[in-house]
């Protein structure tokens, strides 16, 4: 009797310890999974930031563009203007000094002939102002257009450098592991 009684404890003592290392094993299980949705809730977290940093990036280098090409376009503008309204001013004033001239009262004829030299100076002064201030308006204005471009282009340049240098950072630390040996820990990049 002492021993069934016996094998009966044991066989539930035995029960009790399956039970518990099925328990521990199902929990251990569960912290798995859990520390494993984790990992994986951060690593999306990580990629999301990362994705919004480079859109705020791109964002923002494609507002200092926006605002260089406006500042750009003003400055046209504003010189253009400038030079529009100087040469309307002088241009103004040599048709008055030419009818001026033109209306003189000419007492001799050596007068005549000073009085039409005087208005083919002035008209070929208009002229060549007129020339010459087309010519530096062009020349402002492909200055600047050159200027823009170049920034453009120096820009993209520089986000395809930033892009480049981050993806290469990126796939280094990718690419890296921890070894350790009885000299120490250090982590190699292949």
């Known amino acids: 009797m002492i021993i069934i009684i016996n094998i009966i404890i044991s066989s539930s003592y035995h029960h009790h310890h399956i039970i ?10 569960i912290i798995i ?3 494993i949705i984790i990992i994986i809730i951060i690593i999306i977290i990580i990629i999301i930031i990362i994705v919004i940093v480079i859109i705020i990036v791109i964002i923002i280098i494609i507002i200092i563009i926006i605002i260089i090409i406006i500042i750009i376009i003003i400055i046209i ?3 253009v203007v400038v030079v529009v309204v100087v040469v309307a001013l ?8 030419h009818r001026i001239i033109s209306s003189s009262i000419v007492i001799s004829s050596s007068s005549s002939i000073i009085v039409t030299i005087t208005n ?3 008209m070929v002064v208009i002229v060549v102002i007129i020339i010459i201030s087309v010519i530096i308006i062009i020349i402002i204005v492909i200055v600047i257009v050159v200027v823009l471009l170049l920034v453009v282009v120096i820009v993209i340049i ?20 921890h070894f350790c040996s009885e000299f120490g820990c250090y982590i190699k990049s292949f």
Not at 90 to 97: D, E, G, K, T
């Open 158 to 177: 520089v986000v395809i450098v930033i892009l480049i240098v981050n993806n290469f950072n990126n796939r280094k630390t990718y690419r890296s592991a």
């Open 20 to 29: 518990i290392i099925i328990i521990i094993i199902i929990i251990i299980i």
């Open 90 to 97: 002088v241009l103004v004033l040599l048709f008055s000094l």
């Open 33 to 35: 999974i859990i520390i």
């Open 77 to 79: 503008v504003v010189v």
């Open 120 to 122: 083919n100076i002035v």
